[in-house]
T-cell receptor
Framework: SAVISQKPSRDICQRGTSLTIQCQVDSQVTMMFWYRQQPGQSLTLIATANQGSEATYESGFVIDKFPISRPNLTFSTLTVSNMSPEDSSIYLC????????????FGPGTRLTVL | LAKTTQPISMDSYEGQEVNITCSHNNIATNDYITWYQQFPSQGPRFIIQGYKTKVTNEVASLFIPADRKSSTLSLPRVSLSDTAVYYCLVAGFNKFYFGSGTKLNVKP
């Protein structure tokens, strides 16, 4: 497994502002992922972040709204831009340790509330 | 992309064995099946993963029939602390689908 941390663990933000969430893993990984989990719902993949290349976004998510950085093999950031109350969710990062089996391990999540 | 279907909720009592089944009719040849446990305000925790037949680890067993169109997570002798949401994930070639999850409620 891997030790994955996220910062901040939670935040309350005003609409129209932006928040950057950090994800740090204790080992080098090629694939990192960002998910959104709305209250009481399942997880929805936002994007896949490979080091050294542009993030790949899933349908319904765009780079202008959720810009992602992946500067090295142990770190990634997700920014939630121009926030509205609909962006209130838990945001989770995960890492893939075994590309042959697509095994993912998740961070603790960032709980975002937008007022 | 393989869509998964799970029961929304299940009830059990302490000490019982719990079996949660996930349907994934469109599973592809390269897809693996992974189960996660999630407590409130925490990220999903890896439980077990398999490709076919039976896999067992220290916390659970995973049964996958030959056609791989379903899988069953078996939790032996559950305790109150096993109350959580359990997700079945089918993944391959970096394509993932998390189903709705099964909320397991373990009663004393």
């Amino acid at each position: 497994s891997a030790v994955i941390s996220q910062k901040p663990s939670r935040d309350i933000c005003q609409r129209g502002t932006s928040l950057t969430i950090q994800c740090q893993v204790d080992s080098q990984v090629t694939m990192m992922f960002w998910y959104r989990q709305q209250p009481g719902q399942s997880l929805t993949l936002i994007a896949t972040a490979n080091q050294g290349s542009e993030a790949t976004y899933e349908s319904g998510f765009v780079i202008d709204k959720f810009p992602i950085s992946r500067p090295n093999l142990t770190f990634s950031t997700l920014t939630v831009s121009n926030m509205s109350p609909e962006d209130s969710s838990i945001y989770l990062c995960s890492v893939e340790l075994n590309p042959n089996t697509d095994t993912q391990y998740f961070g603790p999540g960032t709980r975002l509330t937008v007022l | 992309l393989a869509k998964t279907t799970q029961p929304i909720s299940m009830d059990s009592y302490e000490g019982q064995e719990v079996n949660i089944t996930c349907s994934h009719n469109n599973i592809a040849t390269n897809d693996y099946i992974t189960w996660y446990q999630q407590f409130p305000s925490q990220g999903p925790r890896f439980i077990i993963q398999g490709y076919k037949t039976k896999v067992t680890n220290e916390v659970a067993s995973l049964f996958i029939p030959a056609d791989r169109k379903s899988s069953t997570l078996s939790l032996p002798r559950v305790s109150l602390s096993d109350t959580a949401v359990y997700y079945c994930l089918v993944a391959g070639f970096n394509k993932f689908y998390f189903g709705s999850g099964t909320k397991l409620n373990v009663k004393p």
